[in-house]
């Protein structure tokens, strides 16, 4: 009966030490997954904006790419290193917006705001300024008309009345 118990108790410490090293191989796993990802970001232009975590194999992206074949490619590349299970990319591929240059800018918001009596406007990289005083009713028409110029934003100081 001592035997068996004894042999139990064995049994269990034998367990509990190998699911704990098994634990500790993979940890140490993630750790070469993530130095071979450094070095990968070291040599590759497509893991320029991006960073990596790694836990049990399974790699998530984040960060930013110009377009869309960036983020395809990093994830490529991170595919290829050993040990990789699965890539979760969550790389935010950045809205590539037009900005009306500032002299075409001012030109337009100029004819829209005479329109407008009591409202003046300024123009500076690409923000458009409005200052002075509106009617209530007339504003969501001034903004609709402003934004479809295609400012980087609009700094509304309008007065309403």
Request: hydrophobic share 35%; aromatic share 2%.
């Amino acid at each position: 009966m001592k035997n068996k118990i004894l042999n139990y108790c064995c049994l269990v410490l034998l367990l509990f030490i190998l699911s704990f090293q098994i634990q500790s191989c993979k940890q140490n796993r993630d750790a070469d997954i993530q130095t071979a990802i450094g070095s990968e970001t070291q040599t590759n232009p497509n893991l320029a904006g991006v960073s990596a975590t790694v836990v049990n194999g399974v790699v998530t992206l984040t960060g930013q790419c110009p377009d869309e074949d960036c983020r395809k490619n990093a994830e490529k590349a991170i595919k290829k290193i050993d040990g990789v299970k699965h890539v979760t990319n969550n790389i935010i591929v950045e809205a590539s917006v037009d900005i009306t240059p500032d002299k075409d800018l001012k030109e337009m918001t100029d004819k829209i705001v005479s329109k407008y009596k009591g409202v003046e406007a300024g123009v500076s990289n690409g923000i458009i300024t409005l200052r002075g005083e509106i009617k209530k009713d007339k504003l969501q028409q001034l903004m609709i008309d402003l934004n479809s110029l295609r400012p980087k934003r609009i700094d509304n100081q309008l007065a309403v009345r």
